[in-house]
């Protein structure tokens, strides 16, 4: 599966941002999906994961409730709902995509998006 992640943008602290991933390719919807960030010089680190159907969610204990994610399997696109961003969310987001792997780690993710930069001014 290709996926290609878009939606980033600047926004202030407080504000929110939806991002988009759109994958290409069959069997979207046997792929477990995952959002991770990365700020330069920084390693990559889990954001939130989705199950195949969308039935169960897990989230980075740092998103705090803020961030929700979702899919649409019909239109074989992945969501991440940002609210009440604070400047410490400013990242390159990416979306992500694992056959088996449920946990947070990177290395289950088999499949990566480009990437799309989220900036948050305080």
């Known amino acids: 599966v290709q996926l290609q992640a878009c939606g980033g943008g600047l926004v202030q602290a407080g504000d929110s941002l939806r991002l988009s991933c759109a994958a290409s390719g069959r069997g979207f919807s046997n792929y477990i999906m995952g959002w991770f960030r990365q700020v330069p010089g920084r390693e990559r680190e889990f954001v939130a994961s989705?199950?195949?159907?969308?039935?169960?969610?897990y989230y980075a204990d740092s998103i705090e409730g803020r961030f929700t994610i979702s899919r649409d399997n019909a239109k074989k696109m992945l969501y991440l709902q940002m609210n009440s961003l604070k400047s410490e969310d400013t990242a390159v987001y990416y979306c992500?995509?694992?056959?088996?792997?449920?946990?947070?780690?990177?290395?289950?993710?088999?499949?990566w998006g480009q990437g799309t930069l989220v900036t948050v001014s305080s």
């Open positions: 989705i199950s195949e159907r969308g039935g169960r969610t």
């Open positions: 992500a995509s694992s056959q088996y792997y449920r946990g947070s780690e990177i290395r289950g993710y088999d499949y």
